[in-house]
């Protein structure tokens, strides 16, 4: 709910929840990025657009989204989708970065299980 409530706010036009709202939360929250530079039509400096590239490859690896989704959320290719899973899995070769996707990773799934537990 809240992601939604921030997303609509950056357009000031409701919204129905994003695909990949708990992505861009999380990645906003933890990198210290605005959601609104996370879905910016431009590329913005390069930690924020590495936050960008983080936040769609966890909504494609945890939240299941496609490609296509994700550039729509995004307001991107699904190209520029590829490539930015290509390269946070490229990085991934790093044990310190990999160590802190497995977290985010982790986060977002124990997210993801909150919000079903709630539900139900």
């Known amino acids: ?3 939604s409530i921030a997303l609509s706010a950056i357009s000031r036009l409701p919204v129905a929840p994003c695909a990949c709202d708990e992505a861009i939360a999380l990645i906003a929250r933890e990198r210290h990025v605005p959601i609104r530079l996370l879905v910016h039509k431009s590329r913005c400096r390069s930690d924020t ?14 939240l299941g ?21 290509a390269v ?11 160590a802190e996707v497995t977290e985010l990773e982790h986060q977002l799934e124990a997210q993801r299980h909150a919000e079903v537990d709630n539900a139900h």
């Open 65 to 85: 989204r496609s490609l296509t989704e994700i550039g729509d959320a995004f307001g991107r290719d699904r190209t520029t989708v590829s490539h930015a899973c």
């Open 49 to 62: 657009a590495r936050a960008r590239q983080l936040a769609m490859y966890l909504s494609h690896v945890v």
């Open 88 to 98: 946070i899995e490229d990085m991934r070769d790093d044990p310190a970065f990999d």
């Open 1 to 3: 709910m809240f992601q």
